[in-house]
């Protein structure tokens, strides 16, 4: 006889990640009541863990299957940084794997509103040249319950924060722009898209969760057909080709007219306007010539495709620490006093002019949280996988699509704190 234990078909099966399912699929999967399975969706979003009695409301054959088929696994949360500059703070969340990836809650105009800028992947493999993240490498793509988990425990820590002058804050949305490229991990973020949004779990309106993208048709176009009420925005980098490719190596794989024609079926099926995130670098894109060919490409698309984008012009936020290696055309490292590979251009106000005078109008966004590493393309977060044998960061894998760097949507600028 064979003393090894074996295994039931119902043991082998993986187990449901409870705060990331619908109520129909764990109605599905259980064999329950519909009506049980989206109470047990909110007490795992509202509590965190299922109950060891079963409430008055829900049956307790119902919590029992729920709790035999499935589990609610949560994130640790090793690093809380409040911004003194400003109502932005940053997370730093460590994974069951040891892994670490960073969120930041983004105070909105209204008092009381906020988003969660949550990462999609650990690190990125695009290497955009302005964005902290790309020079992590990618580790992984994070599962449609940690992404999720993201926003679970920064609503819980708003609730903590807040309870003192009487609560009443939410995450009024969320932002897919942390780290990590979405559309590169997009049947994950589709299915966190669609329990964010679940009136029994997060109860956020689609209209207000944004995507941000580097720049991948196929996912773009999925976006349109699976979750047509969320929003679009595009990192553009430069407008001019070439210079795109050498900004964002993704523009090789993907050109940027190959991935507009891809935005402009996304803002007719969602009837959006995509948000262009532009961030602004010295010497590199912001020239009268890069204003004019932005502004000739916006007022082609919207000729073309009858919705006007709208132009977000982003201040660039220092990425590089000393010691850092910086990149090099040739894929080599070079060190200097300061391993930042670009300066914040001083040509603001003279580029929006050119803008402004070719009939284009812009905003610009307030980028907030700088100092505690919060600001637009910061969040980085190294770990024992993005090293290198000595302690230095491995290089970013050419070629391979991932993030376009934290919080390129941001909202306008929020009142300072007295």
Request: charged share 20%; aromatic share 4%.
């Amino acid at each position: 006889m064979d003393p090894s234990p074996r295994s039931s078909p119902d043991e082998r099966r993986p187990r449901l990640a409870l705060q990331a399912v619908l109520p129909e699929e764990l109605a599905g999967a259980c064999g329950i009541d519909l009506t049980d399975a989206r109470r047990i969706v909110s007490l795992a979003h509202r509590l965190g863990e299922l109950p060891a009695r079963a409430p008055a409301t829900v049956r307790r054959a119902a919590l029992d299957a729920a709790r035999s088929a499935g589990e609610i696994r949560t994130l640790a949360l090793v690093e809380r940084r409040a911004s003194a500059e400003d109502p932005f703070v940053k997370y730093a969340f460590r994974l069951e794997d040891g892994a670490t990836v960073e969120s930041v809650r983004i105070p909105l105009e209204r008092p009381g509103r906020y988003s969660a800028c949550v990462s999609s992947q650990v690190g990125c493999a695009l290497a955009c040249a302005f964005c902290a993240t790309g020079r992590m490498g990618l580790t992984r793509n994070l599962e449609a319950w940690e992404i999720v988990e993201q926003v679970r425990l920064i609503r819980r820590d708003l609730d903590a924060s807040t309870a003192h002058v009487g609560g009443g804050a939410r995450v009024h949305g969320v932002l897919f722009q942390g780290m990590g490229e979405p559309l590169a991990n997009a049947d994950r973020v589709i299915q966190a898209i669609r329990v964010l949004s679940e009136p029994s779990a997060q109860a956020i309106d689609m209209r207000n969760i944004t995507v941000c993208t580097a720049g991948l048709p196929s996912g773009i176009r999925r976006l349109a057909a699976e979750v047509p009420a969320v929003r679009l925005g595009l990192s553009l980098g430069s407008v001019r080709p070439g210079k795109r490719r050498l900004l964002m190596p993704i523009d090789g794989a993907h050109p940027l007219e190959e991935v507009l024609a891809a935005v402009g079926e996304h803002a007719r099926a969602s009837g959006h306007a995509p948000m262009w995130a532009y961030t602004l670098l010295a010497d590199q894109n912001d020239t009268d010539e890069d204003a004019a060919c932005l502004a000739a490409l916006a007022r082609g698309f919207a000729a073309q495709h009858g919705i006007s984008p709208r132009l977000s012009l982003i201040p660039y936020n220092a990425i590089g620490a000393p010691g850092d290696p910086l990149p090099s055309q040739d894929g080599g490292d070079e060190r200097g006093a300061s391993a930042d590979p670009f300066v914040r251009s001083a040509r603001l106000d003279a580029f929006r002019a050119v803008l402004s005078a070719a009939g284009v109008g812009s905003i610009v966004r307030y980028s907030g949280g700088g100092d505690v590493g919060a600001a637009c393309g910061q969040l980085a977060r190294p770990s024992a996988e993005a090293q290198r044998p000595g302690g230095r960061r491995a290089p970013p894998r050419a070629g391979a699509t991932a993030g376009a760097g934290a919080a390129e949507v941001g909202p306008s600028p929020p009142p300072r704190p007295a």
